[in-house]
């Protein structure tokens, strides 16, 4: 795809973590070589504790969005030197998370800054650092624990720590996080005492990860499809529509990860149609960032300058097959 060929440098020039991760799920498809080069470089700026502090936003630590990326290129380049030589360092980024951001030591590691979310939008506080369990990380976190845990089992590793962690972040978004009320995950101000329970596409990440068990995961499905599959809106809006709302945004990337999600629990027609509209949708505006969710035949969705190397990224990741569907459809 040329606006991915033609941006050789765009990790550099990244935005966001998020950006980065569309990226590397492109270019593993494309030239694995240049993930594998960017997940060594960016390793090696690595803290004594284990945080990857973002370029753009030094305070901020990086999701692991690395062990899922390694994992990516891993099944499209099977070498064990290249995890086995990558591997120390993403687990101590992982333990990062569990030693120095779950003050209460259950499992649930906070974020702290708004660059550390999945859709920094929604956290756009203050300069303050907060502290809050986000359904959203928190299942971003768990796919790459089950990213890290099978790559180093293929190693013949000690992975008790990880294992351990990666089972109470499990029980802890299932007990502490999930709202019977909504059917749905709820994030926590852990300073405020206070659950965050304002409704958005990123709060059914766990799907990803196959956090919720099999009742969860179809009352999840059911208001999935119900608040967020609109007739008259391109799949899937971030916010829940409203009557009379207005300003409804679509993310291609949440889309993908919650196409795999829907996937991994047997919704494959739910799936599929996410899939295409996503698609028709870049290909009817071009390639941005963020589009408008509500549908206009005649005018431009797309939000921003358009040409968006991340985007183009996910079309690629979209078309040619992600990378976890052949394991979900044998798993599940």
């Excluded at 790459?144 to 351990?164: F, H, P, S, T």
């Excluded at 409203?242 to 494959?268: D, P, W």
Aim: contains cysteine; hydrophobic residues 40%; aromatic residues 12%.
């Amino acid at each position: 795809m040329h606006i991915l060929h033609a941006a050789d440098d765009a990790f550099q020039h990244s935005a966001s973590a998020m950006e980065q991760l569309a990226l590397g799920l492109g270019y593993a498809h494309s030239d694995v070589g240049k993930v594998w080069h960017w997940l060594e470089q960016e390793l090696g700026r690595q803290t004594d504790l284990g945080c990857i502090p973002l370029v753009h936003d030094p305070h901020s630590c990086t999701p692991p969005l690395h062990s899922i990326l390694a994992w990516t290129c891993w099944k499209k380049d099977p070498s064990i030197a290249r995890i086995e030589e990558l591997f120390a360092a993403l687990l101590q980024s992982h333990r990062f998370w569990y030693l120095h951001r779950d003050p209460q030591e259950i499992g649930l590691p906070c974020i702290h800054f708004a660059e550390e979310a999945v859709m920094p939008e929604f956290f756009q506080h203050d300069d303050a650092p907060f502290q809050i369990q986000d359904p959203a990380f928190l299942g971003f976190l768990c796919r790459a624990n089950e990213c890290l845990i099978e790559m180093g089992e293929k190693l013949n590793y000690d992975l008790g720590d990880l294992v351990q962690w990666h089972e109470l972040t499990v029980f802890g978004l299932n007990e502490d996080l999930w709202d019977d009320a909504s059917k749905s995950y709820c994030g926590f101000d852990l300073l405020s005492g206070q659950k965050l329970n304002t409704p958005n596409l990123a709060n059914y990440l766990p799907l990803w990860a196959g956090v919720p068990d099999q009742e969860q995961a179809e009352q999840l499905c059911r208001g999935l499809i119900k608040g967020y599959f609109r007739d008259n809106y391109w799949a899937l809006p971030i916010q829940l529509p409203s009557k009379g709302s207005s300003g409804e945004t679509v993310s291609l990337l949440l889309n993908r990860m919650i196409y795999a999600g829907l996937l991994r629990y047997g919704f494959k027609e739910n799936a599929s149609y996410l899939r295409k509209s996503s698609l028709q949708m870049v290909g009817d505006y071009g390639f941005y960032n963020l589009y408008q969710a509500a549908m206009h035949p005649y005018d431009n969705i797309g939000i921003g300058t358009g040409n968006s190397a991340s985007t183009a990224a996910l079309v690629l990741d979209l078309a040619e097959g992600i990378a976890e569907k052949r394991s979900f459809e044998q798993n599940w």
